[in-house]
């Protein structure tokens, strides 16, 4: 895990890939944002967006999983290259 003094301005990070589709983005509104842009196609072409698309809180969603599975990715690579596989860090305070 990185420390916020060890992040710079503009730096990058692959974090992986989600890829939205029709069926999707449909079943994710009805359950969470109902708007018709977001379950409706015909609705959506009609909207500022022109076509449907994805709920902010899908993408969000998507995002937020894409990020834990890296930080996951990269606490374990840390620990193998320690050699301390398992070991997980603990807060203290006193």
């Not at 589709?21 to 079943?27: H, L, N, Y």
């Amino acid at each position: 895990m990185k420390y916020f003094d060890d992040v710079s301005v503009g730096d990058r990070y692959e974090v992986g890939q989600h890829t939205f589709d029709a069926t999707g983005i449909k079943a994710f509104a009805k359950r969470f944002d109902p708007q018709l842009f977001h379950i409706d196609e015909a609705a959506a072409a009609r909207s500022h967006f022109g076509a449907l698309c994805a709920s902010g809180w899908q993408t969000a969603s998507a995002w937020m999983r894409l990020m834990v599975d890296y930080r996951r990715r990269e606490d374990e690579a840390l620990r193998a290259r320690r050699g301390r596989r398992g070991h997980r860090a603990v807060a203290r305070f006193s």
